[in-house]
T-cell receptor
Framework: ETGVTQSPTHLIKTRGQQVTLRCSSQ?????VSWYQQALGQGPQFIFQ???????GRGNFPPRFSGLQFPNYSSELNVNALELDDSALYLC??????????????FGSGTRLTVV | AQSVTQPDIHITVSEGASLELRCNYS??????LFWYVQSPGQGLQLLLK??????LVQGIKGFEAEFKRSQSSFNLRKPSVHWSDAAEYFC??????????FGAGTRLTVKP
């Protein structure tokens, strides 16, 4: 059973640029969620994808967007990067409809630094 | 709205001592509750979860947690802490918006 893998592990971007982060879900999982974790804080929910559609969204602006592919992998896209977007971005997968009872499996994250 | 409070930002315990990390939640119905651990620069690892049944749940690495509805609490415990337990611990509640709400975390330092 493979876990959740994320790429890249680290990334440095300039303010105003666009970035794409990638996530491969755990084998057998069909739902992918993305979280932003700023330094010293708990993870904040960005959105979730199920059946290739957004299935819940947190309090993040539209410049945060995503995709889910038929193999359940996912991308997080952030446009017009701001300095405050610097954070650890975590991807988590789960199996619908048991996600709330079974919890989520997290990847190791992508550390994004915006300069 | 669902929320989680972890009152202790940082806790220091001696190796071999017992540990209790506090978590209080806000949720209208029966909550889905989780404890995760995060080592520096790493993702989150699930320690244990609760959603029904026995209110004392056992997890990995010798951790346990007790759900107390009357106190809206889900405290994490370990009888004897090891140096390798030093990490950040997050309590989370499953919400209605298909997400989990996390607390701000408690950083555990273990003294030799």
């Amino acid at each position: 059973e493979t876990g959740v893998t994320q790429s890249p592990t680290h990334l440095i971007k300039t303010r105003g640029q666009q970035v794409t982060l990638r996530c491969s879900s755990q084998s057998g999982h069909n739902t992918v969620s993305w979280y932003q974790q700023a330094l010293g804080q708990g993870p904040q929910f960005i959105f979730q994808y199920y059946r290739e559609e957004e299935n819940g969204r947190g309090n993040f602006p539209p410049r945060f967007s995503g995709l889910q592919f038929p193999n359940y992998s996912s991308e997080l896209n952030v446009n017009a990067l701001e300095l405050d977007d610097s954070a650890l971005y975590l991807c988590a997968s789960s199996f619908y409809p048991d996600r709330r009872s079974n919890g989520y499996t997290f990847g190791s994250g992508t550390r994004l630094t915006v300069v | 709205a669902q929320s989680v409070t972890q009152p202790d930002i940082h806790i220091t315990v001696s190796e071999g001592a017992s540990l209790e990390l506090r978590c209080n939640y806000s949720y209208g119905a029966t909550p889905y509750l989780f404890w995760y651990v995060q080592s520096p620069g790493q993702g989150l690892q699930l320690l244990l979860k609760y959603f029904s049944g026995d209110t004392l749940v056992q997890g990995i690495k010798g951790f346990e947690a007790e759900f107390k509805r009357s106190q809206s609490s889900f405290n994490l415990r370990k009888p004897s802490v090891h140096w390798s337990d030093a990490a950040e611990y997050f309590c989370a509640v499953g919400s209605d918006n298909n997400d989990m709400r996390f607390g701000a975390g408690t950083r555990l330092t273990v003294k030799p």
